[in-house]
């Protein structure tokens, strides 16, 4: 089975922090994406990557950053941590860029910015 | 990405099969059909897909209607495990750029499991 490990379930920053979420995929797997989880507003995608040093963003990349430095780790930026960032980041893997390959979800990030 | 609909929540007994209905009545003719669930504390997980034929895998069976714009998700037996947020999402495998990782999860049904 696929693994995606987040290295921490629940983190408290505070605000104007610098904030790091990593995540680890054992499945070679080319693509990995970073969401945020919150009530009412479903998943939404801040970044994802294709490839190692490659990224795009996603629907909401606004004060998030990422880095890709090798394949199976894909890390989430917080450049200066703000309350508004208080949610659950759920990090995703897939083998194949289109939409038909199953995301594997990591268990979770919940971060509180205070 | 085309809108899906469920209910809020649903119930069942331990043991019953359970049938999660989703309404998707502006799907293309591209999207395939996803499922996910979200057990408690946990990312969500993959359950099943399809595009036009019924399918089964070992976690659950997809019906899908003839004009394609509803599905149902079976469980063939519940059990308390099953307890999970189950969300039913529409899929375009040609589209680029954000949309493929783009999962417009919605609400998603609440599935209770009762002993």
């Known amino acids: 089975d696929v693994k995606v490990t987040q290295s921490s379930r629940y983190l408290v920053k505070r605000t104007g922090e610098k904030v790091f979420l990593e995540c680890v995929q054992d499945?070679?797997?080319?693509?990995m994406f970073w969401y945020r989880q919150d009530p009412g507003l479903g998943l939404r995608l801040i970044y994802f990557s294709y490839d190692v040093k490659m990224k795009e963003k996603g629907d909401i990349p606004e004060g998030y950053s990422v880095s890709r430095e090798k394949k199976e780790r894909f890390s989430l930026i917080l450049e200066s941590a703000s309350t508004n960032q208080t949610s659950m980041y759920l990090c995703?893997?897939?083998?194949?860029?289109?939409?038909?390959?199953?995301?594997?979800f990591g268990n979770g990030t919940r971060l509180t910015v205070t | 990405d085309a809108k899906t609909t469920q209910p809020n929540s649903m119930e069942s007994n331990e043991e019953e099969p359970v049938h999660l209905p989703c309404n998707h009545s502006t799907i293309s003719g591209t999207d395939y059909i996803h499922w996910y669930r979200q057990l408690p504390s946990q990312g969500p997980e993959y359950v099943i897909h399809?595009?036009?034929s019924n399918v089964n895998n070992r976690m659950a069976s997809l019906a899908i209607a003839e004009d394609r714009k509803s599905s149902t998700l079976i469980l063939h037996r519940a059990t308390l495990r099953d307890a999970a947020v189950y969300y039913c999402i529409l899929r375009d495998p040609n589209a680029g750029g954000t949309s493929y990782g783009k999962l417009t999860f919605g609400q998603g049904t609440i599935l209770t499991v009762h002993p």
């Open positions: 995703a893997s897939s083998p194949y860029p289109e939409g038909l390959s199953p995301l594997h």
């Open positions: 499945m070679d797997h080319e693509n």
């Open positions: 399809g595009l036009t």
